[in-house]
């Protein structure tokens, strides 16, 4: 509901939450939240805490830790067979779509 009828009312919640739990992780100020507005910056900032985190923590740094609480996520490539048996429980435990399989395999609805 927006009472002002601005449009802007649904908008900042979710901006405000957004950009407060970025500082938050990223170790920063409620000030520096608008450095993060824009999507790259928000993403380089975020990447560049995380692996200042790491970077201290490989050469055994002494001192004060970086304000940081994100690691870097390394992914790790899953082998074919795990892959196909990803698909099938996908398709078949999870059922996303919550067809019958008769309907699935037609892909009708």
Same mark, same amino acid.
């Given at each position: ?10 908008? +900042? ?6 950009? &407060? ?11 520096? %939240?608008?450095?993060? +507005?824009?999507?790259? %910056?928000?993403?380089?900032?975020? /990447? !560049? ?9 490989? &050469?055994? %740094? ?6 940081? #609480? !994100?690691? +870097? #996520?390394? /992914?790790?490539? +899953?082998?074919? /067979?795990?892959?196909? !048996?990803?698909?099938?429980? #996908? ?10 399989? %008769?309907? /699935? ?5």
């Amino acid at each position: 509901m927006d009472p002002r009828e601005t449009g802007d009312g649904a908008r +900042v919640l979710p901006r405000e939450t957004r950009l &407060r739990l970025a500082c938050e992780h990223a170790g920063l100020t409620p000030a520096d %939240a608008e450095l993060m +507005v824009d999507p790259k %910056a928000w993403f380089d900032c975020l /990447r !560049l805490a995380a692996e200042a985190l790491d970077t201290g923590d490989e &050469r055994g %740094a002494r001192g004060p830790r970086p304000p940081s #609480h !994100l690691r +870097v #996520h390394q /992914r790790e490539r +899953v082998p074919r /067979r795990g892959q196909m !048996l990803m698909r099938w429980m #996908h398709a078949r435990v999870l059922d996303p779509d919550g067809r019958p399989e %008769a309907l /699935r395999e037609r892909d009708e609805f």
